[in-house]
């Protein structure tokens, strides 16, 4: 086999690497603004849906978020034990686990803000580039 064929196996031919390495890069960034909300990143995306609907079933936050169950639940956990979200069974069917954002966890949104605002700050992309990258990664998405 020519040297040529292996071509595809360089780190600069994988569309998956920058994806990867611009995703840990652009958490890190967030790490300085989301340690003053006390909220970690998947905590932090988390929030952004309560603030969203209030309540959601554990199962469309994970459609939402692209999470499995063994993620949710430690991060459910952790924002139970913040005071920012509560965790209870559906009264109507018992299998279904509702999450509800608390009076802190609305009180949290305040203070969070001004963070999409400071991590545009931090990107070397124009407006019309992020709209554009953003368009594309959703298209990838799906």
Request: net charge positive; aromatic share 10%; proline share 2%.
């Amino acid at each position: 086999m020519s040297k040529q064929n292996y071509d595809v196996l360089k780190l600069e031919n994988q569309l998956c690497f920058p994806l990867y390495a611009c995703s840990r890069q652009i958490i890190r960034k967030y790490h300085k603004y989301l340690e003053e909300l006390n909220l970690t990143y998947t905590q932090y995306i988390a929030m952004l849906v309560f603030w969203e609907v209030g309540k959601i079933n554990v199962k469309e936050l994970g459609k939402r978020l692209y999470l499995d169950s063994g993620t949710l639940t430690p991060l459910l956990k952790s924002l139970e034990e913040k005071g920012f979200v509560r965790r209870y069974r559906s009264k109507e069917d018992e299998r279904v686990l509702l999450v509800e954002i608390t009076d802190s966890g609305k009180a949290l949104r305040e203070q969070a803000v001004t963070v999409p605002e400071k991590m545009h700050g931090c990107m070397n992309l124009t407006k019309e580039e992020a709209l554009t990258l953003y368009k594309l990664l959703y298209k990838a998405l799906s």
